[in-house]
């Protein structure tokens, strides 16, 4: 519990819109989760950086995951001034300009420059900017072949396979099954085509998290005693471009990123898993 301000103080340093932004259906609400802890103060959308730097304090502490995520994410910043970006840009499908490599990060720029620092049109979590940064470090730049696997299939990925499943596949069909416009609207977001992959699912979606690894999300439907299902594919290059640990942080970002999406939308009685 943060004992710095009470629930009515931190009310008082919001707009108190009840924009529901921040995944609470009142910024009453909101206030007394960031007193219990449960919510960071950064959360609201439309406060102002002054008022978030005066109470830096209202920002929980992080867990010992994100504290290895965010060194991870520090360590591989230190590394791109060692590279040659002009290079990186042909390899990973990027434009290098103004000192800056750009990629499409699901239809949306995402620029390293040449000290590390990072720049994108979209929030991104430490599980995406990780991978992006390994894809451009060390990706091969290997042309994807059109030959899809599941993330089991993978070098190494069986052993993670279950894993994958819990936070990448089920989080993403949880929001597909019970809120499919919203999950369609995401997608649409995210610059996904609609395609037929002949996985014989109901909807397949082709989406970019980066410009040389493509996935695809195969979704069906629930029929008679049958339960829906949702499966990823990646192109076979992927191990080549990125490899199974970049993989796997990458779908754990896009599920992250769709909850928070979800969320943010005020789908009312969503929690993430």
Avoid at 37 to 46: N, V
Avoid at 84 to 94: H, I, K, P, S, Y
Avoid at 157 to 178: I, M, S, T, W, Y
């Amino acid at each position: 519990m943060n004992n710095t301000l009470n629930p009515m103080q931190i009310y008082n340093l919001l707009e108190k819109s009840n924009c529901r932004e921040c995944g609470e259906h009142t910024c009453m609400a909101f206030a007394a989760a960031v007193f219990k802890g449960q919510k960071s103060l950064s959360a609201c959308p439309r406060i102002d950086e002054n008022t978030l730097q005066q109470h830096s304090s209202l920002e929980p502490a992080m867990t010992g995951t994100e504290k290895n995520m965010q060194q991870a994410m520090q360590s591989l910043q230190q590394q791109i001034p060692e590279i040659d970006l002009t290079e990186a840009a042909w390899r990973t499908g990027g434009i290098f300009e103004n000192k800056k490599l750009t990629l499409q990060i699901m239809g949306k720029n995402f620029s390293v420059d040449t000290n590390g620092g990072l720049d994108s049109e979209i929030h991104v979590n430490p599980w995406i900017s990780i991978p992006v940064l390994q894809y451009i470090l060390h990706g091969k730049g290997k042309e994807p072949t059109g030959n899809w696997a599941p993330f089991k299939e993978l070098p190494n990925g069986r052993p993670r396979a279950a894993l994958f499943e819990q936070r990448c596949e089920k989080p993403l069909k949880r929001v597909a099954d019970n809120y499919p416009d919203l999950f369609y609207d995401i997608l649409d977001l995210f610059d996904a085509t609609e395609v037929d992959k002949g996985f014989r699912a109901d909807v397949s979606f082709l989406l970019y998290p980066l410009p040389r690894l493509p996935m695809i999300i195969a979704w069906w439907y629930p029929a008679e005693d049958l339960e829906s299902a949702l499966h990823i594919f990646f192109d076979e290059t992927a191990k080549d471009n990125l490899g199974v640990d970049g993989v796997f942080s990458l779908g754990t970002g896009l599920a992250m990123m769709v909850e928070k999406l979800a969320l943010r939308h005020g789908v009312k009685g969503f929690v993430p898993l």
